[in-house]
C-alpha cells in the first residue's frame, strides 16, 4: 500500500486548498479511503472517509467546509477544503484503514 499526498501549503484564513492522494499497491476501488490530521503532540484526529461506492463522512468540525471525493479510475482522493480556519492547521494524511502516507502540511495563518 502506497499512499502519496500533496496539495497543502499556506493559506489565509477563509482560503481554500484541495489535497489529493496517489494510492497505489492495491485495488483502490474495492477500499473506502480517508483523511486525518494532527497536530504537533496530539493525537491524530479523523476528518473524512468516502465509502468504496461513494458515501461521504465529515467531522463535526468541518463538515459544511471540507468535501471528500474520489477518482477510481485515476487511483486518486481528494479533500476539498473551504473557509479554512487557523485551527485547520495540521499535517494531514489520506488514509486506508490503518495505512496511511508521509503527510502533507496545511498551515492556516494570516
Known amino acids: 500500500v502506497q499512499l502519496v499526498e500533496s496539495g497543502g501549503g499556506l493559506v489565509q484564513p477563509g482560503g481554500t486548498l484541495r489535497l489529493s492522494c496517489a494510492a497505489s499497491?492495491?485495488?483502490?476501488?474495492?477500499?473506502?479511503m480517508g483523511w486525518a490530521r494532527q497536530v504537533p503532540g496530539k493525537g491524530l484526529q479523523w476528518v473524512s472517509t468516502?465509502?468504496?461506492?461513494?458515501?461521504?463522512y465529515l467531522a463535526n468540525a468541518v463538515k459544511g467546509r471540507f468535501t471528500i471525493s474520489r477518482d477510481n479510475s485515476k487511483n486518486m482522493v481528494y479533500l476539498h477544503m473551504n473557509s479554512l480556519k487557523p485551527d485547520d492547521t495540521a499535517v494531514y494524511y489520506c488514509?486506508?484503514?490503518?495505512?496511511r502516507g508521509q503527510g502533507t502540511q496545511v498551515t492556516v495563518s494570516s
Open positions: 468516502i465509502s468504496k461506492d461513494g458515501t461521504t
Open positions: 488514509t486506508r484503514g490503518e495505512n
Open positions: 499497491g492495491f485495488t483502490f476501488s474495492l477500499y473506502a
